[in-house]
């Protein structure tokens, strides 16, 4: 596509709920990342991907949280046990190129998660 | 946690005026950009400035570096209405893969 896509674009699910929120990137992009964001905050960084690989996941705040990149291409965030904290914007970014190397990164528009 | 913050928080100018955002960071980087996102979701990339660059200019858009006081700059010129948005520098810390948003500038342009 011509750009970065996620899908869905809102979610709500209640608490103690399994959600998996799905990123399709720039055809090409080797790196992937996934941000989230509350109201009036900057991006919060979650887990960077080059390729298949997480090169980083330092951002992820606990164990219910987990990014799966297969094929390099798509990419899952699952959040396991959701609470009515991880309600935020959920973003996906794209790049040609991650590291010394990078390019600009395309952001998706972004899923909504609602916790109730 | 946050690397780059930037000043001012919030920022109010008369349609026409330049608009001057500051962005300050903690390590030592490989590149910074800057974004700007409206109301909603999306970010959009507005520059992108590595770190043996000093100034880059793109449209009406001027981004300086100094790496020695770790510091970035983003001018508008000319701010029209539809400049209104949040605008962020985000940085690659200790030249790490990963990219660190600051909290961002809500910058409101009046008619």
């Known amino acids: 596509g011509a750009g970065v896509s996620q899908t869905p674009s809102n979610k709500v699910t209640e608490k103690g709920k399994y959600v998996e929120l799905r990123c399709d990137p720039i055809?090409?992009?080797?790196?992937l990342y996934w941000y989230r964001q509350s109201l009036g905050q900057g991006p919060e960084f979650l887990i960077y991907?080059?390729?298949?690989?997480?090169?980083?996941d330092s951002g992820l705040p606990n164990d219910r949280f987990f990014a799966v990149r297969p094929e390099g291409s798509v990419s899952t965030l699952k959040i396991q046990r959701t609470e009515r904290g991880d309600s935020a914007v959920y973003l996906c970014?794209?790049?040609?190129?991650?590291?010394?190397?990078?390019?600009?990164?395309?952001f998706g528009q972004g899923t909504r998660l609602t916790v109730v | 946690s946050q690397q780059g913050e930037e000043d001012p928080q919030a920022l109010s100018i008369q349609e026409g005026e330049n608009a001057t955002m500051n962005c300050s960071y903690k390590t030592s980087i490989n590149n910074l950009q800057w974004y700007r996102q409206n109301s909603g979701r999306g970010l959009v990339h507005l520059i992108l400035?590595?770190?043996?660059?000093r100034e880059k200019h793109s449209g009406r858009l001027r981004v300086t570096l100094d790496t020695s006081k770790k510091s970035s700059s983003l001018l508008i010129t000319a701010s029209r209405a539809a400049d209104t948005a949040s605008y962020f520098c985000?940085?690659?810390?200790?030249?790490?893969?990963?990219?660190?948003f600051g909290k961002g500038t809500r910058l409101h342009i009046l008619p």
């Open positions: 985000a940085t690659d810390p200790n030249r790490d893969d990963k990219i660190i």
């Open positions: 400035i590595r770190s043996n660059e």
């Open positions: 991907f080059q390729g298949t690989g997480a090169a980083d």
């Open positions: 970014a794209s790049s040609l190129r991650g590291g010394t190397g990078r390019t600009e990164a395309f």
């Open positions: 055809s090409g992009h080797t790196a």
